[in-house]
């Protein structure tokens, strides 16, 4: 079952376009601003491990859910008499997403922050965007609002005649995500990292296990992510593209029994390169 979020009044299914149809061109622009690995024009080791991890744990989650319904009477009878949940109340990761879910989700935010980014310092957030940002993302948003403003008016003001002109909303040209980490679930790292030939090790830590099966603790996204924005404005020859590439951080609260247990928030974000210039058709 895939997780929701509700950004900007509306609800964005968390599912990704396959990642064959990003156009490369704006990995290509960012390897050259970075030497960072997960902005490099190849895909990086670390997302593919992580999107492989994601998927594995996709699988597994959708065969135990499955088959919980025919181990049901085995689990009673190794209960030894011991209270159990009602069949109905067994389950396991009951929210995950696939990679592409996870990717479509960061990079929905991710638009719905940077349509709010390039409006005029001090213009109010949406709640729902205001409500999803960490404290400390909300004063990196602010910053570099202030800061993108000040790159584009190097090209001027959109003026007409003297006088000032509302300027359209940015489009969007392109907006990709890649997987940097997925950390913070000890039970997760505990799986990820399992060694087949020492089970022993992995039985002493059951602990771990036993105490995520109910209680939440915090799940972090982390993704690499590059955009580019059409800023048109009045005239056509002043219309702007924007390029960005970013780091982002969305966490939520997560169980083993649940899965993903709450909305995702902006808990981390870092900027990586920023260009403002003409636009041209490239």
Request: net charge negative; glycine share 4%; charged share 25%.
């Amino acid at each position: 079952q895939t997780y929701i979020v509700s950004i900007n009044s509306r609800i964005i299914n968390m599912f990704r376009r396959s990642s064959i149809r990003c156009s490369q061109m704006l990995w290509n622009w960012a390897a050259k601003q970075t030497k960072a690995p997960s902005f490099q024009s190849a895909v990086s080791p670390q997302h593919q491990d992580t999107e492989l991890f994601i998927d594995s744990i996709h699988r597994a989650s959708s065969m135990i859910r499955k088959s919980i319904p025919m181990m049901y009477p085995l689990m009673k009878l190794f209960s030894r008499g011991r209270e159990m949940l009602p069949l109905e109340e067994v389950q396991m990761l009951e929210h995950w997403n696939t990679p592409d879910e996870f990717l479509d989700g960061a990079e929905a935010v991710y638009q719905a922050m940077l349509l709010e980014m390039v409006k005029p310092a001090g213009t109010s957030l949406p709640m729902e965007i205001r409500q999803a940002m960490h404290s400390d993302v909300k004063k990196w948003f602010d910053e570099e609002r202030v800061s993108l403003a000040q790159k584009i008016a190097k090209f001027g003001s959109p003026e007409t005649s003297g006088k000032a002109v509302e300027v359209e909303e940015p489009e969007f040209v392109e907006v990709c995500a890649r997987f940097e980490d997925l950390s913070g679930s000890a039970s997760l790292d505990m799986i990820r990292n399992i060694n087949p030939g020492n089970l022993s090790s992995y039985m002493q830590r059951q602990e771990v296990l036993q105490q995520e099966a109910f209680n939440n603790t915090k799940l972090n996204l982390e993704v690499a992510i590059v955009c580019g924005l059409q800023h048109k404005r009045p005239d056509p020859l002043k219309t702007l593209l924007i390029r960005r590439a970013d780091r982002i951080t969305l966490s939520c609260d997560f169980n083993l029994r649940n899965g993903i247990d709450s909305s995702f928030m902006l808990t981390g974000a870092e900027s990586v390169a920023v260009e403002v210039k003409p636009w041209t058709e490239e």
